[in-house]
């Protein structure tokens, strides 16, 4: 059982940025990919970015490339997701997500194991 926690959130205005950051603990920690899904009230539940526990490649939904950075400590017991110029379609409660996906499914909901609690973001001015 991997066990993951959250923090960072909160209220920023348009343009801004904030950190994200997610602890993991429990068996099995640094053996997972490890990643960030975000979900807007109403909608579903979508990717946002993974970064994979052999040799740390990333991946990005298209609608925060070059805006977002996901990043993991060495011991890949904590991941961070730096957000910048953000904007109000950002605005949704973010979910870090632990799991052994194969590359295919690397942005599937489903393929993860593991989930966090959620921290709120929230872009408005």
């Known amino acids: 059982q991997v066990q993951l926690v959250e923090s960072g959130g909160g209220l920023v205005q348009p343009g801004g940025s904030l950190r994200l950051s997610c602890a993991a603990s429990?068996?099995?920690?640094?053996?997972?990919?490890m990643g960030w899904f975000r979900q807007a009230p109403g909608k579903e539940r979508e990717f946002v970015a993974v970064?994979?526990?052999?040799?740390?490649?990333?991946y990005y939904a298209d609608s925060v490339k070059d805006r977002f950075s996901i990043s993991k400590d060495k011991a890949f017991s904590t991941i961070n997701l730096q957000m910048n110029n953000l904007k109000p379609e950002d605005t949704a409660v973010y979910y870090c997500?632990?799991?052994?996906?194969?590359?295919?499914?690397?942005?599937?909901?489903?393929?993860?194991?593991?989930w966090g609690q959620g921290t709120q973001v929230t872009v408005s001015s």
């Open positions: 997500a632990a799991g052994r996906p194969i590359l295919s499914s690397i942005r599937t909901v489903t393929a993860y194991n593991y």
């Open positions: 429990g068996d099995g920690t640094g053996t997972y990919d």
């Open positions: 970064i994979r526990r052999s040799g740390g490649r990333t």
